[in-house]
């Protein structure tokens, strides 16, 4: 497929569901630390930093998409969306393979905590500061770590931008007439120019 291929329905629902994505892993990984008291590591939060430019660069997609600007730039943005999310998603594999012990993990890899400058505190804090190390997984849903959730959702996201940049405009059309409600709200985001 070119770059200069039209765009219809399908790069909608692409950024569509990228600005979801993007929104629901964040917000996620926000609950986990303020809500259930996980701390992050360095490697979490590079992870973090992918999903939060991802809010911004997938809305900007979808205000390219919704403006129908020439085929060409939400192509282009899309392949740079896929590249970003790769990158997100080889350091989740990257820190779940530590965690499983396939490799080792990096050697400075702990949360930072500051240090009191009181010396009455400073053993108090020394037996309540937990340290967290990015090869050990501080929790495992089904199995997978949030590292390995991470690698799972972002490589899926992935497959979504590339499927923005690549699918041609009519390639989703059974989808959208047997989803008539899907079809008119990718309708109302990107007007076609037939």
Known sequence: MKL?????KPQALAATLLVL??????ACSLGF????????CQLCYIQRHVHYSLIPLTLATLLLVWRNLPPVVI???????????????????????????FWLGPNDCANTV???????????????TKLVSCDVAQLRI?????????????????????????LSKNAL??????????????????????
């Open 142 to 166: 089904l199995g997978l770590s949030f590292g390995g959730w991470n690698a799972v959702l972002s490589s899926i996201e992935v497959i979504i931008a590339l499927c923005g940049a690549f």
């Open 4 to 8: 200069t291929a039209p765009i219809g």
């Open 114 to 128: 500051p240090i009191t400058k009181d010396a009455s505190n400073l053993l108090a804090q020394l037996r309540t």
């Open 33 to 40: 630390e303020h809500i259930g008291g996980y701390q992050p």
């Open 21 to 26: 994505g993007a929104l629901f892993i964040s």
């Open 173 to 194: 059309a059974p989808l959208f007439t047997s989803l008539p409600f899907l079809g008119t709200w990718m309708q109302a985001i990107h007007k076609d120019r037939d």
């Open 75 to 101: 192509h282009l943005a899309f392949i740079v969306l896929a590249g970003v999310l790769l990158y997100g998603a080889s350091v989740g594999v990257y820190q779940a393979g530590a965690e499983w012990e």
